[in-house]
């Protein structure tokens, strides 16, 4: 049995099979006035927005989680009669991928409180964007240690800025040629996280 | 003579005039499935793209700097045979404007060393959006000092977060019940602006 939900690796099959067909992009108008948005900026929530539309259209059970999480909440849909936990994630696929899984604080404190968030399938869209078009050239499905890694300076991957840790943040997990290799399962994971939360609160003590 | 430069003149009663007609949206496309854009993220940038655009439709010398100064930098635009500063900025008109003037630090850095930047014009857009339709609801020219004000914690208001001073943010110039009125002038800007840069840095020594 797929350790992904049932739902979620039929989205993703469907996805990757028909992605040849996912090339458009943004408009917006102002009266007489209409552009092709070229910017990269906000397509992360688009497509998440568009994601909820498609999965209606073809019929799965994926349900936008905002209005019992909030809008910046966890996760951002859920799938299947048992509520399982989605999370849409997406990144320029010319570059190296730079999304936040979490706040690190945050998903420290609550896998603590609720260790089945650990569970949550991840859904990744890659894009490549050329003069307004956008293109998706890559959809994967993923637990949460097989994007995650260790650094240099913690256990566990971070956006580190003035030494204070944010976020979560992921490696390159679809390279063979990387530094640090991605995690081999949960236990890994969560060994790292929190050695990383120990070590993080030893050097601000 | 009006303080602010003759084209920003001409675009600001072009537009109030017209604002009537600016309703619109933002559409997202990938493959079969469009959506209606209901979220304001981004919004600015997209106002920004579009007036570049309408500024040629109509015939307004109004070009864009970022090829000179960078897609973050200052100014958004040139007008005029003078290269004269132009800055747009939008927000919500259902709430308090919220937008970033400028980053504090950098911002007081570059008066120092470019006095003239004090006379950019900015630009204003009003809107409201519902139901993934957006409507502009007013249109202000203004310069730096008549949309700043002192706030309780330092001489010019700003976003603090932790202590920390991170930007320019603007007073509700167009309200007659605040509590601090926008400044009267430059020179009581510039003094409110150094005068927080030297409290800010006397209390991080």
Redesign the interface.
């Known amino acids: 049995m797929s350790m992904y939900h049932p739902i979620a690796v039929r989205m993703q099959n469907q996805l990757e099979n028909?992605k040849r067909?996912?090339?458009?992009?943004?408009?917006?108008?102002?009266?007489?006035?209409?552009?092709d948005?070229?910017?990269t900026?906000?397509i992360g929530?688009?497509?998440q927005?568009?994601l909820e539309?498609?999965a209606i259209?073809k019929g799965h059970d994926c349900r936008d989680a905002s209005p019992i999480v909030g809008t910046q909440g966890f996760p951002d849909f859920f799938i299947g009669d048992e509520d399982a936990l989605l999370e849409i994630k997406s990144f320029n696929a010319k570059r190296s991928p730079s999304f936040d899984i979490a706040n690190f604080e945050s998903y420290h404190e609550s896998i603590t409180a609720d260790p089945s968030r650990l569970n949550a399938d991840y859904l990744i869209f890659g894009y490549e964007m050329e003069d307004g078009e956008?293109r998706?050239t890559n959809v994967w499905l993923k637990k949460i240690w097989e994007i995650t890694c260790p650094s240099e300076r913690y256990p566990l991957k971070t956006q580190i800025k003035r030494d204070v840790i944010y976020n979560i943040r992921p490696g390159m997990w679809y390279s063979a040629d990387v530094k640090y290799s991605m995690f081999s399962n949960k236990e890994e994971f969560v060994t790292a996280l929190n050695q990383t939360k120990d070590q993080y609160d030893s050097i601000r003590e």
């Open positions: 028909e067909e996912f090339v458009g992009g943004t408009t917006f108008r102002l009266g007489s006035v209409t552009i948005v070229e910017s900026d906000g929530g688009l497509i927005e568009w539309q498609w259209v956008i998706i």
